[in-house]
């Protein structure tokens, strides 16, 4: 059964610049709303494990902005 929603202008507009061509607005508001969170997982990690996470991601970043250094440094 259809249902009438009132939307802020500035949330409409956002939902419609993710519409797919193929999809209707509710489609649109389906899929954009469904599926996980980065907050859900809040609940399947304790602080050790996020902390460890942390850390892995930093190391990762500091490796990238060492590989890109090193490029950038061979076309000077």
Request: net charge negative.
């Amino acid at each position: 059964m259809p249902h009438q929603v009132w939307l802020e202008d500035h949330v409409y507009e956002r939902i419609k610049s993710k519409q797919r061509s193929d999809e209707s607005f509710s489609d649109t508001v389906e899929r954009l709303t469904s599926g996980h969170s980065l907050r859900d997982l809040r609940e399947v990690f304790d602080e050790g494990q996020a902390s460890e996470m942390r850390e892995a991601i930093e190391a990762a970043d500091d490796r990238d902005r060492d590989e890109v250094r090193q490029v950038s440094e061979r076309f000077e």
